[in-house]
């Protein structure tokens, strides 16, 4: 994958898919990813240094929001490989020096080759996982494609839906993250291109097993996507005993957002409600949570998976296992510290 961009790959002791530059390579005058180098002065061996090594903004993307103030992460910048505006947004793609491709839409990282699993498998097989023979599903946002490649792990399911606003995140996706866009190829998939607030609307009473919302943050398109009148929609789309999970921010640095979808929640979904969180090194504050409500009807225990993945991957248009979602993950991704277990408990009890 990295080869393919012209990007140096070395031996890295890790089985994801980019790979780290040994130390030699990234300092070698022989680099082939067209950075330019400088001699440091000072240093005893006289090593020759990228010129961006010593700054953080030259040759670096930034990611910086009015949502995480006072802090960015940074990644090296080894190509831009894609820029583009929607009608709905800035689109960018570009190769990392260490994450693989980025997907970035108005500066904000949507995924990486190197830890989109852990989102992507998390948010689908925590909702799938935890309900008997999901045959209905539908994904609002998700255009990259990556929750589509999830859920064709599941040999229940029937009929995939997918409603993303965005038509250029689709088209990027496939050409620069086909590995992720894979998840279109499957038969069981219908893509409608438009409003995923209309689309819910739209939907007929009790239609969907399960509903996943991979949105960007509540700031510029996927905003309503995080409001109450949205939630309610999701509601009256599942059928009694149907699951939702929605993409729900960073505990370390949204507990006011996760105060109100939890509040929302627990008013409107009469079955259960749950905070769970993963691991996301490239996200901003390195977790990101879901919220997982089920509606009144069969109960949903959602800490105690029933429907575990199919152990040979049969309906699956992947290729290998999974690479971070397991029963024991998706157990201990409802156990939260206990400042942000007090805050969402105090809203559900
Ligand atoms: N802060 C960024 C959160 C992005 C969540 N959605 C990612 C889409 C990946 N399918």
Redesign the pocket.
Known sequence: MAEESGVTSAVFSTDLPVKRPREDELFSENNENGVSFSSVSGDSEDKKVPDCISSVIPGWFSEISP?WPGEAHSLKVEKILFQGKSEYQNVMVFQSLSYGKV?VLDG????TERD?CA??EMITHLPLCSIPNPKKVLVI??G?G??LREVSRHSSVEQIDICEIDGMVVDVSKQYFPD?AVGYEDPRVTLHIGDGVAFLKAVTEATYDAIIV????PIGPAQELFEKPFFESIAKALRPGGVVCT?A?SIWLHMHIIEDIVTNCHQIFKGSVNYAWTTVPT??SGV?GFMLCSTEGPPVDFKHPVNPLDANNSHSMVNGPLKFYNSEIHSAAFCLPSFAKKVIDSKTK
């Open positions: 949502m997907l904000v990282i949507q995924l989109e989102y992507q946002g998700g990259d990556g929750v992720v991979d949105s960007s943050d993409q921010e996200y901003p990101i």
